[in-house]
């Protein structure tokens, strides 16, 4: 049965607007190539109009309404938001699988971490109350000195398409918990569910101008969002080619970001592993999601002498997915998410194999599909670290193998990139592990497992991969600016200069 695509414009200063040139994007399902609806697209003439609700919504009634109002309301929007997502799961997670193609388990894991990630968020904006005016000592007893937490005003959120309405909420929930307005701009291949977030905030009476959702052409809405001369903080996840064009625009008015960019992740399996354990965690590392994570562990660094051994029974295990329709029971792999992206990957295929590269499982169209844009999960072995399947990330369910011998190639190999947001080791030696962990030049490091994520702990990478973090205390506190105020609290003359004479 078709879902039904609700049709939405723009969201701004709280209600639905139509794009003032009234520009369109279709929506291509990914699984059957058919047009399913389409999309407003902002364009520069739309982001002035949103950044000047996101603006006043900042300074109406002098701040009190949203921004200096107590951390307490805020938090009860979040909640309230959270409420109505948990809510609407059923709808809002097979809305995502068919705009963006994850299988609809998927979607729906990720809709219970939205509504966790809200109330996460909620609370801690409950927790700014008592942090206010924090003491600081001083050395002088003629001063005292306090810290305040202000929100750093308009901000613009960019966020990607594999992970549409989760990757969304990392940045809206903590820039709202914090104070701050702001502008989101989701990827025009995949904005549905960001959209019904506008709804949501709608009927919850979340201020207006507070969120504003403008999806968009990167060129024409995410180029203007990242010049615009009153956005105060741009937070971006994307591809590192995009990210240079975002830091040259905030350069040019000194505004700070934050960026959540690729990956080549490693995973480094070692010979003392439970052979089928580590197995399924190096599939689900680089297969989940069809293959379209930023912090995939797409590199498989094996230790020689189990590499047989484990590459047959990533083979067996790789057979044993279930390819189809995402909105298929059990369905372990849909579509990538675009015509576009899917060439993309299978001409990394192609290209590895003219490099001299052997694909050991998969790499094609799977036979019993005849639409959509779905590639088989990939095994790639043989491969050199000069090769671009070693260096480049591919964004697909592809994996590529290399063995070692021993710990310092392990590491010298993992490191061999210029990326660094993910990677993992496993091995049931605690201390190897520990070591490993600490040599990894990764911005998050997983044992004996590949991306568990939490919204309390740091999310983000070193290198190409970006810098800032995102979720826990740190993603709150990358929208906050901190003020000092310090008092002179002596009865006495400060008597630095000389006093004229009476």
């Not at 068919?98 to 966790?116: I, N, R, Y």
């Not at 709804?199 to 919850?204: A, D, G």
Request: proline share 6%.
């Amino acid at each position: 049965m078709a879902i039904p695509i609700p049709s939405r414009q723009l969201f701004i200063n709280g209600d639905w607007a139509e794009p003032l040139l009234k520009k369109r994007i279709p929506i291509i399902n990914p699984t059957t190539e058919e047009i399913i609806g389409d999309i407003p697209a902002a364009t520069a003439e739309d982001v002035d109009v949103a950044v000047q609700a996101a603006r006043s919504a900042l300074t109406r009634n002098k701040g009190k309404d949203w921004a200096f109002a107590s951390g307490a309301v805020r938090a009860k929007y979040l909640r309230a938001i959270a409420a109505k997502i948990k809510e609407r799961k059923p709808v809002l997670a097979k809305l995502e699988t068919v705009d963006c193609g994850k299988p609809l388990s998927e979607s729906e894991a990720d809709m219970d971490d939205v509504v966790g990630c809200f109330e996460y968020y909620a609370d801690l904006a409950e927790g700014l109350d008592a942090k206010q005016k924090a003491p600081i000592s001083l050395p002088m007893k003629t001063f005292k000195s306090y810290v305040i937490k202000e929100p750093i005003g308009v901000v613009a959120l960019i966020v990607p398409w594999n992970y549409p309405l989760l990757m969304a909420t990392w940045k809206v929930a903590p820039a709202l918990a914090a104070g701050c307005a702001a502008i989101l701009k989701p990827s025009e291949l995949a904005s549905v569910t960001c959209l019904e977030l506008g709804e949501v905030c709608r009927e919850v009476d979340l201020p207006a101008g507070v969120l504003n959702i403008l999806p968009g052409l990167g060129p024409e809405a995410g180029a203007s969002l990242a010049s615009h001369p009153h956005v105060d903080k741009i937070s971006f996840t994307g591809s590192t080619v995009t990210a240079v064009k975002i830091m040259t625009a905030a350069a040019q008015r000194v505004k700070p970001v934050t960026l959540e960019l690729g990956g080549k992740g490693p995973i480094v399996v070692f010979e003392d592993v439970d052979i089928d354990k580590a197995v399924e965690w190096t599939i689900f590392g680089c297969f989940y999601t069809n293959g379209q994570i930023c912090s995939a562990t797409s590199r498989l660094i094996v230790h020689e002498s189990i590499a047989a051994e484990f590459l047959d029974r990533l083979v067996k295990w790789s057979e044993n997915i279930k390819i189809s329709d995402p909105l298929e029971e059990g369905c372990k792999l849909g579509p990538i998410v675009s015509r576009g992206q899917y060439e993309k990957v299978m001409n990394f295929i192609s290209n590895a194999k003219s490099e001299g590269a052997t694909i050991l499982y998969g790499g094609n169209r799977p036979k019993h599909l005849k639409k959509g844009f779905f590639v088989e999960p990939t095994i790639i072995t043989d491969v050199t670290t000069s090769m671009q399947i070693w260096r480049e990330e591919v964004f697909g369910p592809v994996l590529c193998v290399k063995t070692f011998t021993n710990e310092e190639e392990a590491i010298e190999l993992a490191n061999d990139t210029h990326y660094g947001l993910g990677g993992a080791v496993v091995s049931k030696d605690r201390e190897r592990c520990d070591r490993v962990s600490k040599l990894l030049q990764n911005g998050a490091v997983w044992v004996n497992c590949s991306q568990p994520c939490f919204c309390q702990a740091p999310f983000g990478g070193t290198k190409w991969s970006g810098f800032g973090r995102e979720l826990g205390e740190w993603g709150l506190e990358s929208y906050l600016s901190v003020k000092q105020v310090t008092e002179y609290v002596s009865d006495e003359q400060w008597g630095w200069y000389q006093p004229p004479k009476q």
